[in-house]
C-alpha cells in the first residue's frame, strides 16, 4: 500500500463534499503538491492520484483553487457535473486521475499542440482491471499519452498502469495496450471526442489526429509539467488563482505548518452520508459518429 490515507468531509454529491489527503503518520497534506510525483524515480514509477474511479459518472477532481487540494466534485453552472453515458460508454472507462507535482502551465504554449496548459496535473487513465477507490494513491508505469485540445487548451491524457495490475509486466509502450486489449485506445479517442456532446458543446479535437504517442514522448510531457510545477510551487511562475499551500516542499514560500492544515479540515462540515446520485446520470445518449 502507499500509505496515504483520506479523510471525507460533508457528503458524497454534494457540493460541500471534500476528500482531505494524510501521509502515512496521519499528518494532513496536499495530493497536488506533497504527494511526489515518483514511487520510484529510477524505474519511471509514477504515484497517481485516483480522481474517478471506472465505470462511475461523479466528476471529481483535485481542487487546484482551495487549500490543500482536496478532491470534490467539479460545479458548472451551479450543478454538479457527472459526466454523460455516451453509448456504449458508461462513465468513466478508467481509473481516471493525476500525476502529482506536475502542472499544466496556462502560459505555456506547448511547442506539440500550438496550445496553452489547462491549468490543472497532468491527468492519466489507468487501464488496469481493478477498480480502484477515489483518493487512492497507486503506482503506475507510463505506456503513452493522447493529446486532447479541450476548448482551445492543451490536455494531455496520459495512458498508464498499475504496477501492481497480475499483467503490468506485458506492458511496456503504447502498442502493447493496442495488442492486448483491442478497441482499447479507439474507445478512449472516442470517449473524449464526444463527452461533452450531451451537453451542447461541439466534438473535442486532438493534436497529431487523434493518434497517440509512445511512453518515451509521454514521459517527456510528463517531466515538462514537472519542470513548470517546480515554478509553480518556488513562485518562479505567476499561478494566479492555484493554491500552493503545502507541507513538505522545503524551498516554498507556501509551506505550512500542520496546525494551520488541520484548522483547514476543521472548518469544513462533518463526515455525513452520500446524497442519491440523480436519476437521470443513468441516461445513455446516442449519436451517430462523425
Known amino acids: ?49 485516483v480522481e474517478v474511479p471506472r465505470w462511475t459518472n461523479a466528476k471529481m477532481e483535485i481542487s487546484t483553487k482551495e487549500p490543500l487540494n482536496p478532491i470534490k466534485q467539479d460545479v458548472k453552472k451551479g450543478k454538479l457535473r457527472f459526466v454523460a453515458n455516451v453509448f456504449p460508454h458508461k462513465g468513466y472507462i478508467w481509473n481516471y486521475g493525476a500525476i502529482p507535482q506536475t502542472w499544466e502551465d496556462p502560459s505555456h504554449k ?34 503513452g499519452t493522447l493529446a486532447l485540445i479541450d476548448e482551445g487548451e492543451t490536455d494531455w491524457k496520459v495512458i498508464a498502469i498499475n504496477v501492481e495490475d497480475p499483467e ?56 515538462g509539467t514537472h519542470e513548470h510545477w517546480k515554478a509553480l510551487i518556488t513562485k518562479k511562475t505567476d499561478g494566479g488563482e492555484i493554491n500552493c499551500t503545502n507541507l513538505t516542499v522545503s524551498d516554498s514560500p507556501f509551506c505550512c505548518s500542520q496546525d494551520c492544515a488541520k484548522a483547514t479540515v476543521d472548518a469544513a462540515p462533518p463526515c455525513k452520508a452520500a446524497s442519491p446520485i440523480p436519476p437521470e446520470v443513468d441516461k445513455w445518449f446516442y449519436y451517430q459518429k462523425n
Open 168 to 223: 503490468a509486466a506485458s506492458y511496456n509502450d503504447i502498442e502493447d495496450v493496442r495488442r492486448m486489449k483491442p478497441g482499447y485506445l479507439e474507445a478512449t479517442v472516442d470517449w473524449f471526442r464526444r463527452y461533452k456532446v450531451p451537453d451542447g458543446k461541439p466534438e473535442n479535437q486532438f493534436a497529431f489526429n487523434g493518434e497517440f504517442k509512445g511512453k518515451d514522448f509521454a514521459l517527456d510531457v510528463i517531466k
Open 1 to 49: 500500500m502507499s500509505g496515504y490515507g483520506v479523510e471525507e468531509r460533508a457528503g458524497p454529491h454534494s457540493p460541500e463534499y471534500r476528500l482531505f489527503f494524510k501521509d502515512a503518520a496521519g499528518r494532513y497534506i496536499s495530493p497536488f503538491h506533497d504527494i511526489p510525483i515518483y514511487a520510484d524515480a529510477g524505474k519511471n514509477v509514477f504515484n497517481m492520484v
Open 110 to 143: 506547448d511547442e506539440n499542440t500550438g496550445c496553452c496548459g489547462d491549468n490543472d496535473p497532468i491527468d492519466v487513465c489507468e487501464i488496469g482491471s481493478k477498480v480502484c477507490s477515489r483518493g487512492e494513491v497507486i503506482r503506475v508505469k507510463v505506456l
